[in-house]
């Protein structure tokens, strides 16, 4: 079955310490999103890939770091710098990324907490 | 910029009640719009979308009309049943830009339907 997955479901990081949030997808979509959600405010974009080896900011990119090698694969990777990192982060992908029509498929999540 | 705005929640209805969760949007140009759901501790699910003025989305019971003179997608269902129960969310994706097919979230519906 195609489709997106996420680990580690849940993650713990410490004061200081960088962790990496992993995204594969083998729907054989082009775009990648990563978006954060925190409670009651819906979802944010993070950063976003239009294809291998390119990827723009998003809305709230600052403390977070991301890389596309691979078609399949959209990793993030949340720095010391991101001061409040506790949220729920969504990875999805779409076909193409200029065809606003098309649907954003999304993977589990990853729930993120500070320890 | 673009925005969505969705009516304050939680709504809590009885089985079998008519449903109803407004949302309306800020976009230039024709955005095309969403409606995806979220099931506890798990990531998006699209429920149903509509890509041009007077398109009519459905999906499982779920109907969305987007209309373009009020701006709005609001979502209805006739007869709502415990496994609705859920949070809500509406979105919007557009063309041209920086915009990259990236999705515009409203903050979300919790929706709780008692047997």
């Known amino acids: 079955d195609g489709g997106i997955t996420q680990s580690p479901k849940y993650l713990f990081r410490k004061e200081g310490q960088n962790v990496t949030l992993s995204c594969e997808q083998n729907?054989?979509?082009?775009?990648m999103y990563w978006y954060r959600q925190d409670p009651g405010q819906g979802l944010r974009l993070i950063y976003y890939?239009?294809?291998?080896?390119?990827?723009q900011k998003g809305d709230i990119a600052e403390g977070y770091s991301v890389s596309r090698e691979k078609k399949e694969s959209f990793p993030l990777t949340v720095t010391s710098a991101q001061k409040n990192p506790t949220a729920f982060y969504l990875c999805?992908?779409?076909?193409?990324?200029?065809?606003?029509?098309?649907?954003?498929?999304f993977g589990p999540g990853t729930r993120l907490l500070v320890l | 910029g673009d925005s969505v705005t969705q009516m304050e929640g939680p709504v809590t209805l009885s089985e079998e009640a008519f449903l109803t969760i407004n949302c309306t949007y800020t976009?230039?140009?024709?955005?095309?719009l969403f409606w995806y759901v979220q099931y506890p501790g798990e990531g998006l699910q699209l429920l149903l979308k509509?890509?041009?003025?007077?398109d009519k989305g459905s999906n499982k019971g779920f109907e969305a009309t987007y209309r373009k003179e009020t701006t709005s997608f609001h979502l209805e269902k006739g007869s709502v049943q415990v496994s609705d129960s859920a949070v809500y969310f509406c979105?919007?994706?557009?063309?041209?830009?920086?915009?990259?097919?990236?999705?515009?979230f409203g903050q979300g519906t919790i929706l709780t339907v008692h047997p």
């Open positions: 999805a992908s779409k076909r193409t990324g200029y065809i606003h029509q098309e649907t954003q498929y």
């Open positions: 976009a230039t140009g024709y955005p095309s």
């Open positions: 729907l054989n979509h082009d775009a």
């Open positions: 890939s239009q294809i291998v080896n390119d990827f």
């Open positions: 979105a919007l994706s557009r063309a041209g830009g920086t915009s990259y097919g990236k999705l515009t």
């Open positions: 509509a890509t041009k003025a007077d």
